[in-house]
């Protein structure tokens, strides 16, 4: 059962630079392009905890990072997750549909 939603909310990923060694002389790879989605955020109600689960509409990019699921034992921390990892905020959430 879904217990918080955010429909349509724009997520951009951009501008990872390369971490890690390289040999001498080595070119240094550019950064990740700049990419924005549109994501589907819901916290569903299950056995024994809640799923925060984020989910790209567009079905390109239906993979880490732009859609994801994280199980938490409490509401509370479903929500402390969202706000961390998206910026949704108590007041973002909508009405969950019947």
Known sequence: MIVRQRKGLVVEHSGDQHRGW???G?????PTERVIV???V???RMAGGFLLNC???DPQYRKP???WDNWHERLEDAESDA?????IGPDDWELAES
């Not at 706000?83 to 910026?87: A, E, I, K």
């Open 55 to 57: 989910c790209s509409r």
């Open 22 to 24: 390289l040999p001498r």
């Open 38 to 40: 549109v994501c589907d």
């Open 42 to 44: 819901t916290i569903l």
């Open 65 to 67: 990072p732009y859609s």
């Open 83 to 87: 706000n961390s990892s998206l910026g």
């Open 26 to 30: 080595a070119s240094v790879p550019k």
